[in-house]
């Protein structure tokens, strides 16, 4: 049955797709995440503002803003890749935000007594410290992203989500099990790569 599913409904093909989405959209996700973060440290004054605005963008379901931001980016790829941006951002956001504000003192006084001013600060101390903590968010944002990418694939954007749909309108249980499964595994497969990286920085930086 595996074998077959696999053949079928080129499932390596589908997989390399999969991921390649997954991961343009991470990249994205931890560039826009990453510097809203560093922008709501300099503007504290608008954290609550534009962390509600994205919170509420979150609670949105995920096929719901794929199918309000059709009209604007058509089918496919495009909205699949704004929405898993959407969808994804805030975890990043909020952990960047959280963990440039949350550095030890003694570090930062530190800091300052060799003279270095706030932005040297800010990226050679706040920054590489805040480490653990953006990685958690972007562990969380991986797991949104696959499951935003794969519900693309119900609206023409590839991947592995176009054999689950090719499951649903065929009744076929064997495509949506496999596939299902197979999408499971690589969820933990990724997540346990972020796992590693977030351990890896907390020994790092002595937070273990």
Known sequence: MIAQVWKTQQLTIKTVEHLSMVFMALLFIIII??????????????????????????TIP????LVILMPFFGIGFKPTLVASILYSILPVARNT??????????YLESARA??????????????PLALPMIAAGIRIAIVFTMGVVTLGG????????GPIQTGIHLYDKD??????????????????????VERYLNRRYGYD
Not at 62 to 65: A, K, P, R, S, T
Not at 97 to 106: F, K, M, S
Request: overall charge negative; aromatic content about 8%.
């Open 175 to 196: 495509i949506i099990l496999v596939t299902g499964l197979w999408i499971g595994i690589l969820a933990v497969l990724v997540d346990s790569i972020g796992s590693w």
């Open 114 to 127: 060799m003279g270095l001013s706030e932005r040297e600060i800010l990226w050679n101390i706040r920054i």
């Open 62 to 65: 995920e096929l719901v803003l």
């Open 97 to 106: 935000y959280v963990g440039l504000t949350q550095v030890d003192r003694q």
């Open 33 to 58: 995440g990453v510097t809203i973060g560093v922008f709501l440290y300099n503007k504290k004054n608008l954290s609550d503002i534009v962390l509600n605005i994205l919170n509420v963008i979150e």
């Open 154 to 161: 119900l609206i023409a954007a590839g991947g592995l989500g």
